[in-house]
């Protein structure tokens, strides 16, 4: 080989090397796919509260989940979470009867905006009496009620030093403290049916125009600020505390012995989230408490209301796969 075609040859590898190893340099960091292991107790109930000013809570519905296994995977700002039960732990089924629940999430996070999908089916529930039992006109299991939650609710984080990310993906944490007000809209449905009225007695003659309520839809759409405090420690110890209350209005069909009517009413809504837990580069443990609640003033205004709600106590794992 000439000396010349030698050099030629050298100089070609070398160029290659430069703009391979430039290449290098300039590529982004890889995003990591998280796994997300979750024991949980989630909830999807269904109050019907007296508001006038003597009124009382005269029956909740629950469901018999005491326990769900969740398992979940991100990447990037993207990720979704699947909850099932676990068989075999129900409470006692002759007095809370059982219950069959589908309960999906997904989410996306990034430093100013996030948006949660949900979508809840829960058939199979037993009658709670907060204040007592007071009338023996319904069943204590109502294996015929079921009780579907869809939705969605984008967070609008208005302060720059405060990221959603730490917050609701525990991924890109500042250092100490940071506050910040917080924006959120909320578009959700939830559709009640049964066979028979789900209403006692005591309050069918109070409210005789509701007699045989058997369910309904109600789509609700509802505006929340609220206020979001974190903390970190170098990334090792973290805490996030959310809190948004706002309203709106919604669109009410209900059915009742004399028929179906509907009515345009207004709702509260209202949204908290704590987290806390430890991290290392590619391990994340915490525990995780959630409470979503949407209150519906679809009887005679404000005097009589319904309300869907979800509440979650969840320790979890996560692990970064690079």
């Known amino acids: ?126 009658a709670d009496y907060p204040n007592g039992k007071t009338d023996n006109s319904i069943a204590d299991i109502r294996s015929d009620l079921r009780v579907t939650n869809l939705g969605t609710n984008v967070y609008f984080s208005l302060t720059d030093s405060f990221s959603l990310k730490p917050a609701f993906r525990q991924a890109g944490w500042q250092d100490g403290f940071h506050l910040g007000f917080l924006l959120g809209a909320s578009a959700n449905a939830f559709m009640v049916s049964s066979s028979t009225t789900i209403i006692p007695a005591t309050l069918e003659a109070r409210f005789p125009q509701y007699t045989g309520y058997r369910g ?23 805490i996030t505390v959310i809190l948004m209350l706002g309203g709106g209005a919604t669109h009410a069909t209900i059915d009742v012995n004399a028929g179906s009517s509907t009515t345009v009413t207004d709702n509260f809504k209202g949204n908290a989230k704590i987290n806390l837990g430890a991290r290392t580069e590619s391990l994340v443990v915490g525990i995780a408490m959630i409470a979503d609640f949407t209150g519906v003033s679809a009887f005679s205004g404000s005097t009589f209301q319904l309300g869907a709600g979800l509440a979650l106590f969840n320790v979890y794992a996560s692990y970064a796969i690079y």
């Open 1 to 126: 080989m000439s000396f010349r075609l030698r050099f030629r040859f050298f100089v070609t590898i070398m160029i290659l090397f430069t703009v391979h190893t430039e290449a290098q340099e300039k590529k982004p960091e890889r995003e990591p796919l998280v796994m997300r292991f979750a024991g949980e107790s989630r909830s999807l109930s269904l109050n019907l509260s007296d508001q006038t000013p003597e009124g009382l809570i005269p029956v909740s519905y629950e469901p018999n989940t005491p326990f769900l296994a969740g398992l979940g995977l991100n990447y990037g700002d993207f990720g979704f979470m699947v909850d099932f039960k676990v068989p075999g732990i129900d409470k006692d089924t002759s007095r809370y009867g059982t219950t069959r629940a589908q309960d999906l999430q997904g989410y996306y996070y990034a430093e100013r905006v996030g948006v949660d999908l949900f979508y809840q089916n829960y058939s199979g529930f037993y």
């Open 216 to 238: 309904g839809q109600y789509l609700n759409l509802s505006v929340m600020p609220g206020l979001g405090l974190s903390y970190a420690d170098k990334g090792a110890f973290f």
